[in-house]
């Protein structure tokens, strides 16, 4: 049974940076390595892909709201961390990560079907 667990999140000031972290479990056994994503949700907003990860670490794909201020990596076979940097009150949100098993680069939002139980971010001014 994959299961994801985020951490890192906390309430900081504009301007500052944060680093959460995901850690991934229960997929080592199939002998499948997942892509990997980081999402968020704001507060009467839909759910948006910020950033995601091939499953190798080799390929990356970013929003345009983040693009060039937060940075995906896997640190390690099971982790997955998302740098965000420059943070503004638009960045206050509910961050998710999530994996996907499909083949194919990128996934599609929808593709993604594990998910963790998320982590406040929240930017003041």
């Known amino acids: 049974q994959v299961q994801l667990s985020e951490s890192g999140g906390g309430v900081v000031q504009a301007g500052d940076s944060l680093r959460l972290s995901c850690t991934i479990s229960?997929?080592?056994?199939?002998?499948?390595?997942?892509?990997a994503g980081w999402f968020r949700q704001a507060l009467g907003k839909e759910r948006e892909l910020l950033a995601a990860i091939s499953w190798n670490g080799g390929s990356t794909e970013y929003a345009d709201a983040v693009k060039g201020r937060f940075t995906i990596s896997k640190v390690a076979e099971n982790t997955v961390d998302l740098q965000m940097n420059n943070l503004n009150g638009g960045d206050t949100a509910v961050y998710y990560c999530?994996?996907?098993?499909?083949?194919?680069?990128?996934?599609?939002?929808?593709?993604?079907?594990?998910w963790g139980q998320g982590t406040l971010v929240t930017v003041s001014s």
């Open positions: 999530a994996v996907s098993f499909v083949l194919s680069w990128p996934p599609a939002p929808y593709e993604y079907d594990h």
């Open positions: 229960g997929f080592m056994k199939s002998g499948y390595h997942p892509h």
